[in-house]
Nanobody, 129 residues
């Protein structure tokens, strides 16, 4: 059984940095991806970033254009924990942040919420101006 547990959310000020963690257990296979999505009140859930480990490439990591230059996604050597490193936080970054995982998948589908069968419960990020 795959379990994803997010941590690291909290209340920060505009311009601060924050690192979210997602610890995974139960994932088997050499090619899998762990992604971050976020959802603000009244808005749809949106893709934030991904790290994809495979047997052919060490890993592929990317973030959405909306956070590029401020956010990065990294993972640990054990490939069981993924981090969302957030810098220069803005009020519009406030949201519930969710970790998701899937086996395989294509790069073109990495932003597709329905392509991820496993989800964490989320961690809240609140930003004061």
């Amino acid at each position: 059984q795959v379990q994803l547990v997010e941590s690291g959310g909290g209340l920060v000020q505009t311009g601060d940095s924050l690192r979210l963690s997602c610890a995974a257990s139960g994932i088997t296979g050499s090619t899998y991806a762990m992604a971050w999505f976020r959802q603000a009140p009244g808005k749809e859930r949106e893709f934030v970033g991904i790290i994809r480990w495979s047997s052919r490439w060490t890993y592929f990591a990317d973030v959405a254009d909306s956070v590029k230059g401020r956010f990065t996604v990294t993972g640990d050597n054990a490939k069981t924990t993924v981090y969302l490193n957030m810098n220069s936080l803005k009020p519009e970054d406030a949201a519930g942040y969710y970790c998701a995982a899937r086996l395989g998948g294509t790069i073109t589908s990495m932003t597709v919420e329905s392509s991820y069968p496993w989800w964490g419960r989320g961690t809240q990020v609140t930003i004061s101006s």
